[in-house]
């Protein structure tokens, strides 16, 4: 047997020589390099990485998503879904978050609120994720928020929404009230010469608190007048009724918020009516590439939508984006506004935990409220204010035939979130 000073000699396995040593550190860095990772990400006891018994391993991190899958919300939570499987999906190719792929748990919140909050206490107290991304309606995020602020999990909201809230345990990734409404009905009295608006929504708390905000700003700022104003219950198809108060007010522009399957019959009764848009100007706050696919762009021509995203914005972020979405979900598929905002959630967690190198719920929100920033955005450059808010822009787009939307309108620069706006609550 050779002695171990012999440089012929074998070393037993389980050692290993300085130069060898030297050579895994440096593979190990590498790889670390091309997956776009810092190279202290790997290696990191999850010990360190995980004080408080999240579902954390040495090789994964558990999340939640909690959509509509099914119910009158189907028709816009779908894209949610599929854009935030299809950002997780790319971080795992680059090697996942500190070293760790992510493993997905998807719930189905059935467009009821209840349930919704039921599927969240089994994310978080069964699953132990350690984060969420999930929700549409404000109905089902004001029913989770109770859970997630007791269980201190950290949910990112995807979809525009009325404002006034702000909470510790969640990342409202869509634009809030002063963002998409006031831009939108501020572009209306400057474009169209509105004077006179008729408010329309879904019965339940976004479009109602987005129509009390509409009305404050026509009546106290731009000295307008609201000629009418209707609710209707979600899933509702019926709006003869509505039509014929809309042709006896003449509005000069009809402002709506009405969501999911309601859609498809809300537009067709006006265009049935031949409330058409070469001859009324209608805003809606709630009608994306997805919704869309149901109104048919034949219904929807020549009205107008308020959001930050529409899938055919022009800049290398969302060309790539859309091809992405395309290659995995089919040629025919659409992308719209909370679609794209969903896709931002599992990035902008990514950067917070790497930032924090923790998945620590705390951790997480700390580093989040110093500037965490993405500008590969399919949108365009965002960042996230302490608020727990985006920066971003916002944009009318008229619906076209085919079903897409042309941008019309552009704010100039990131609009500041400002969730609890002076003079609106």
């Given at each position: 047997m050779k002695h171990p000073s012999d440089p012929n000699a074998q070393l037993?396995?389980?050692?290993?020589?300085?130069?060898?040593?030297?050579?895994?550190?440096l593979?190990?860095?590498?790889?670390?390099?091309?997956?776009?990772?810092p190279a202290w990400s790997f290696g990191q006891p999850t010990a360190s990485v995980n004080t408080t018994k999240l579902a954390v391993t040495d090789t994964e991190v558990t999340v939640g998503q909690l959509h509509s899958s099914t119910g009158t919300m189907a028709i816009s939570e779908t894209g949610s879904i599929q854009a935030e499987q299809l950002a997780i999906d790319e971080i795992n190719a680059m090697g996942g978050i500190l070293g760790r792929?992510?493993?997905?748990?998807?719930e189905d919140g059935a467009s009821d609120w209840p349930t919704f909050a039921e599927k969240s206490k089994k994310l978080l107290i069964n699953d132990r994720c350690a984060a969420v991304?999930?929700?549409?309606?404000?109905?089902?995020?004001?029913?989770?928020?109770?859970?997630?602020?007791?269980?201190?999990?950290?949910?990112?909201?995807?979809?525009?929404?009325?404002?006034?809230?702000q909470s510790k345990n969640v990342i409202y990734t869509g634009q809030e009230a002063t963002q998409q409404i006031l831009y939108s009905l501020?572009?209306?009295?400057?474009?169209?010469?509105?004077?006179?608006?008729?408010?329309?929504?879904?019965?339940?708390?976004?479009p109602r608190t987005s129509m009390k905000i509409a009305r404050k700003h026509v009546e106290n700022f731009q000295k307008g007048k609201i000629v009418g104003e209707e609710y209707y219950p979600l899933g509702s198809t019926n709006f003869g009724s509505l039509v014929n108060k809309i042709k006896l007010q003449k509005p000069d522009v009809i402002f709506a918020a009405v969501v999911g399957g309601s859609n498809v019959a809300f537009y067709k009764a006006l265009?049935?009516?031949?409330?058409?848009?070469?001859?009324?100007?209608?805003?809606?706050?709630?009608?994306?590439?997805?919704?869309?696919t149901g109104v048919g762009g034949e219904n929807f021509a020549g009205f107008y939508s308020s959001m930050k995203y529409f899938q055919t914005l022009d800049n290398p972020n969302n060309k790539k984006f859309v091809a992405a979405f395309k290659a995995k979900y089919g040629k025919d598929a659409v992308i719209g506004d909370v679609t794209q905002a969903g896709y931002l959630g599992p990035w902008l967690w990514k950067a917070a935990v790497e930032k924090a190198k923790s998945f620590d719920v705390d951790k997480v929100v700390a580093a989040s409220r110093t500037g965490i920033e993405l500008t590969t955005a399919p949108e365009g450059y965002v960042k996230l204010d302490p608020n727990h808010h985006l920066w971003s822009k916002s944009r009318i787009a008229m619906g076209m035939p085919d079903g897409t939307f042309k941008v019309v309108a552009e704010s100039p620069e990131l609009i500041k979130p400002d969730p609890f706006p002076k003079g609106y609550q």
């Open positions: 037993p396995e389980t050692l290993e020589t300085p130069e060898a040593s030297r050579r895994r550190v593979q190990m860095l590498g790889v670390a390099g091309l997956a776009g990772l792929k992510i493993k997905v748990i998807k991304f999930g929700c549409w309606t404000s109905a089902s995020r004001k029913a989770v928020l109770p859970v997630f602020e007791k269980e201190n999990g950290l949910l990112y909201y995807p979809t525009f929404y009325e404002g006034l809230e501020d572009w209306a009295q400057k474009e169209k010469k509105a004077k006179t608006f008729f408010l329309i929504g879904s019965d339940y708390i976004w265009k049935a009516a031949g409330i058409t848009g070469d001859k009324q100007t209608l805003v809606t706050l709630s009608v994306t590439e997805d919704e869309m």
